[in-house]
């Protein structure tokens, strides 16, 4: 009889629980289905019937007409590019900072420690025009270094912080093995630490890729090619001199995301693991 009453209040949870989700499924869904709505109507329709969510017509076509009204592959290859490139340099950089940070023995580590996460405090604005002024000074400014070569270290403290964290619960018996068998370092460092720590360098990887990806200040600020411009920018071309082509930027919109979303899927077991592992041990 307990058992059966047990077994009742576990389903009843757990339907509560699934309620609960759903709910918040739909939520967070919802603000996505006027941008859906609207990349599937005639331009006449959205003006007409702004708030309407289901379209008179699906113009599936839309979608192609991103494509030939502005050279949207070049933006999404441009865009791959730069943010490929800022992952890359900052898993790179973050790690090695990191290892030095949880494993070497050097006067003044905590102190320079504390100094580097307090540059996670200061805005990227405040950065903005010493930046500016510094890839100006080395020629770069209308090219995708500008936008890359300044986050490998702009964004690194916070993966620093993020990856210092991870490796510190790494056991140091692993490490202390290795060096019987005369692994110097860089050995620990690439045979060891990074394949032990691949969840940390997905949520990082995950993190930075977003967060470049989304970027609209910095290529506004250094780029001034059309053939430049990265997926952001390029969007805004759909803004006219009088009126917004808003169909098609709901569509353009829908499609910037989609690489982004099959990215997360891709890593998503790593990204979960490496969130709950870091916020139980860092």
Known sequence: ??????????????????????????????PFLPVISASLKSYSELMLRPFAII????????????????PFLLYIWNTVKVSFLCTVGVLASSSMAAYAFARLRFPGRNLLFLIYLATMMVPGQVTLVPVFILMRNFGLIDTHASLILPMWGLTAAYGTFLLRQFFLTIPR????????????????????ILPLSKPALATLGIFTLLSMWNNYLYPLVFLNSPEKRTLTLGLAMFRGDVDVQWNLLMAGTILSICPMVIAFLAAQRYFVEGITLTGLKG
């Open 55 to 70: 379209p008179k017509k699906f113009l599936w076509g839309n979608y192609l007409k991103v494509f030939q009204e502005v």
């Open 173 to 192: 018996d692993l490490e202390e093995a290795a060096i019987l068998d005369g692994c110097g370092y860089f050995g620990r460092f690439t045979r060891i």
């Open 1 to 30: 009889m307990a058992l059966k009453k047990l077994e009742g209040e576990t389903m009843g949870w757990q339907i509560l629980v699934h309620v609960i989700l759903i709910v918040g499924a739909i939520l967070m869904f919802g």
